[in-house]
């Protein structure tokens, strides 16, 4: 393992209630990076970022906005993806070198259809190939489309005929992951989840992302994209998640 995440991921441990919603689950909701008295200049930060961020990087899918790569979008956000639960979480589910794979911003519009229950990665022979996160910029609450997950579905070895029947539909087993804003889920690529129905007349904000096995393909180029000004603050170990050069 790189130095930097040893050292980085050795001061921490996960509860074992975590390890056990991670392994058992597939998912689970930690306190995030920001400490409550930021988070209302971290959902400025989150505007702000958004109203000027160049179209080609803005999606306006057809429940949700989605605004790409905020490694570049200011310091405020750096300690998303660095948050040494969610690294730790990343060496217990992947079990191999990781990269950040995306980081974004997806704000869920009101009144729209739920999301279809999915995954993101499948689990291959090596294992499972992803960790994903969900910073709650809001609050997620039952009435503004906090995410569902299906609590086990990353084990299963056959997909239910009723999810492939209507991936939107309710399903019993589901869980809403509810949290007051600041919270972060961590889940396993490979559980069935989505977002749920907003109904409270709001946006709902969250910031997202995920790491992947280091030789997995990615849907971003982060390294690609990376800006002077954030390179010049970002740490070795940054440095080192992102797939950038590093000097060791
Ligand atoms: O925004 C959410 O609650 C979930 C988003 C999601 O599952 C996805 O984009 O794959």
Not at 41 to 70: C, E, H, M, N
Not at 221 to 244: D, F, I, V, W
Request: with cysteine.
């Amino acid at each position: 393992m790189q130095d930097h995440l040893r050292e980085t991921i050795e001061r921490f441990e996960l509860s074992p209630a975590t390890c056990r919603e991670l392994d058992e689950d597939g998912f689970t909701i930690i306190p995030g990076p920001i400490p409550t008295e930021d988070l209302s200049q971290l959902a400025a930060a989150y505007d702000a970022a958004i109203t000027s961020a160049d179209p080609d990087d803005v999606k306006v899918g057809s429940s949700t906005t989605r605004v790409r790569d905020f490694v570049n979008r200011g310091p405020e956000f750096d300690t998303l993806y660095l948050h040494p639960p969610l690294l730790k979480a990343c060496c217990r589910i992947i079990n191999e070198p990781f990269r950040l794979s995306t980081m974004h911003a997806r704000t869920l519009r009101p009144d729209l259809p739920p999301q279809n229950l999915h995954v993101d990665f499948a689990s291959d022979r090596r294992g499972w190939t992803m960790v994903g996160f969900i910073f709650m910029v809001d609050e997620f609450r039952h009435d503004n489309g906090a995410t569902r997950f299906l609590p086990a579905s990353h084990l299963w070895s056959t997909i239910p005929t009723a999810l492939l029947g209507d991936p939107k539909a309710e399903n019993p087993g589901q869980v809403l992951a509810c949290g007051p804003a600041g919270s972060m889920i961590v889940f396993n690529g490979s559980v069935w989840h989505g977002h749920t129905v907003n109904r409270s007349g709001q946006s709902r904000r969250s910031l997202q992302g995920a790491y992947i096995r280091r030789d997995a393909e990615s849907s971003e180029n982060l390294p690609a994209r990376m800006l002077p000004e954030t390179l010049s603050r970002l740490s070795p170990l940054a440095k080192y998640l992102l797939g950038l050069p590093t000097p060791d």
